[in-house]
């Protein structure tokens, strides 16, 4: 029965991408656009001569927000839409627990990310003339991203137990969204950031992963030694996943007893 | 007998009853050009200078260009989305054939239906500048800043043809998915809003002279640029707007009436 019903989310969210293709197509390009007009906005700051150190750092960048932006939206935003069709209930009566759905919507999630990492990394080769680097140590770059992702799942699981209790605005989501790009460890490394923004970005979870992909990508020296940001990576990661699907199980409880509120405009 | 002020005044009451109903989002508004600009300004400084910037876009003031061409960028999704979206929303609402059946023409009202919420998006989004103008150049600040203001509606004209097209092709495509949220950056990208065009592949480069947010953004380059913007490089661009304004209105008059007429054979939804 288990069985099945893993097999059935699977099915969902596979069937939902091939049959929203278009839409999946759109998503991917449409994240790209966004951080393309971003980030060559952003390169116009940087010297001509500086740019073969800098791009690989800002590709990354780019691309682990990526991984972190869509993890949140394709969560927190699909959230909206499964409340407001009355899936939680109709989920519900056939025994099947809304937090497992939810976590299925990893599979859109990556597949967004991956087309769109694909397609920054080809406008950017071919607008600046080559990102050089990308995997140097590819087994750290491998674990980095993983570590990456499942703090980004976990994160999106925690907004949408919220929203299940209560009105989360999207509005915040962009707003957290950007703010944890720049101070988070994310856009750069933990080391070039001005000291105060240094202290808050070791507290943020994802500055960890983030210093291991850039080591494993393109050799960059961690800011706390490598050993400690993989031991700390794994550590914050299980404990977010925990505290996601904790969460996610109270929510439920919840909405057996008092019913869902949507998110976004509703 | 209802026609196009009646549509107007409806849309306007709706934009108005919308953010009052959604005032968070409201407040936003006047946020989202200073993010915008603090994402840029963030991310280039701990790549590189504010200096290396100036000479690279040839931009005397860079916070205030980037405030400007933030403005011009909003506004443009504005439209689109306004003009545009107003088909694909009505679509996924349902409501699109009542729309379609109403004695309003349907290419008329297509058009003008989007036009009071970009008017009213394009004016908080300039609104919200004004602080920072003020401070970094005075009244005169405040002055360019309408002056933008003035590009953003001659540019309107425009894409309003250009909304109006792609709005005929949400008609025909019969697929429920947002293109628009694709076309919107694609647009903005090839428009050099926050780089030179220079930058961009050959072939990119020759898609933004047929998009009209290239112009505007190039007006608010000047005006940005000058204490006394040069008036013949204005001139220039007005032309440009103008020409593009004839040429996508007649293009979307004509596609628009087409659509009509095969969205009321085949069925809106």
Do not use: C
């Not at chain 1, 991956?114 to 600046?128: K, Q």
């Not at chain 1, 962009?174 to 460890?185: E, Q």
């Not at chain 2, 915008?36 to 000479?55: D, F, H, N, P």
């Not at chain 2, 290239?214 to 640029?225: F, G, R």
Request: glycine share 8%.
């Amino acid at each position: 029965m288990v069985d099945l019903r893993f097999k059935a989310i699977i099915w969902l969210h596979s069937l939902r991408l091939w049959r929203y293709r278009y839409s999946f197509i759109n998503m991917a390009l449409n994240s790209t656009l966004w951080v393309t007009i971003f980030l060559l906005g952003a390169l116009m700051f940087m010297p001509k001569e500086e740019l073969h150190v800098g791009m690989p750092l800002a590709f990354w960048g780019i691309a682990m927000w990526t991984i972190m932006s869509n993890s949140v939206w394709l969560i927190g935003a699909w959230t909206n839409f499964y409340i407001s069709q009355g899936f939680v209930e109709e989920h519900m009566l056939v025994n099947i627990s809304s937090a497992n759905v939810l976590v299925g919507r990893v599979i859109p999630g990556l597949s967004v990310s991956t087309v769109a990492i694909i397609l920054i990394y080809f406008i950017l080769s071919a607008i600046t003339g080559g990102v050089t680097e990308i995997a140097r140590h590819p087994a750290m770059l491998i674990i980095g991203l993983l570590l990456l992702t499942i703090m980004s799942l976990s994160y999106g699981l925690i907004l949408a137990s919220i929203s299940f209790r209560t009105g989360v605005p999207m509005v915040l989501l962009d707003l957290s969204n950007f703010i944890i790009f720049i101070i988070g460890g994310i856009a750069t490394p933990v080391s070039i950031l001005p000291t105060p923004i240094r202290t808050i970005a070791i507290i943020i979870p994802y500055s960890h992963p983030a210093e291991i992909v850039r080591y494993g990508a393109i050799g960059f020296e961690t800011y706390l030694p490598l050993s400690f940001e993989m031991i700390l990576s794994i550590l914050i990661a299980l404990a977010m996943s925990l505290t996601a699907l904790k969460m996610i199980r109270k929510a439920e409880e919840y909405v057996r007893k008092h019913g869902v509120k949507a998110i976004g405009r509703m | 007998m209802v026609g196009i002020m009646d549509v107007l005044r409806a849309q306007t009451f709706s934009t108005i009853a919308w953010f009052k109903n959604n005032r968070l989002m409201f407040a936003a508004m006047f946020i989202w050009p200073y993010l915008m600009v603090g994402m840029i300004l963030a991310l280039g400084t701990l790549y590189g200078s504010v200096e290396e910037y100036s000479k690279k876009v040839e931009v005397s003031n860079p916070a205030l260009y980037l405030l400007a061409s933030s403005v011009v960028a909003m506004s443009s999704i504005g439209i689109v989305d306004g003009v545009a979206g107003f088909t694909l929303y009505n679509r996924w609402l349902g409501t699109l054939p009542y729309i379609l059946m109403s004695p309003v023409r349907t290419p008329i009202l297509l058009m003008v239906a989007g036009l009071p919420e970009a008017l009213i998006t394009s004016f908080i989004t300039i609104s919200a500048i004004l602080p920072a103008t003020l401070y970094f150049e005075g009244l005169i600040g405040v002055g360019k800043s309408f002056i933008v203001y003035g590009f953003i509606i001659l540019g309107m004209l425009p894409m309003l043809g250009f909304s109006s097209l792609v709005a005929s092709l949400l008609l025909i495509v019969k697929e429920e998915s947002n293109i628009l949220s694709s076309l919107i950056p694609f647009i903005l990208l090839v428009s050099g809003v926050f780089y030179p065009l220079e930058i961009l592949p050959r072939v990119l480069q020759l898609i933004s002279r047929i998009v009209p947010t290239t112009y505007i953004i190039n007006a608010t380059k000047i005006v940005a640029s000058y204490y006394t913007p040069e008036f013949k490089g204005i001139l220039l661009i007005m032309y440009a707007i103008a020409s593009l304004a004839i040429v996508y209105n007649l293009m979307s008059f004509t596609v628009l009436g087409k659509a009509e007429k095969a969205v009321k054979r085949g069925g809106a939804i």
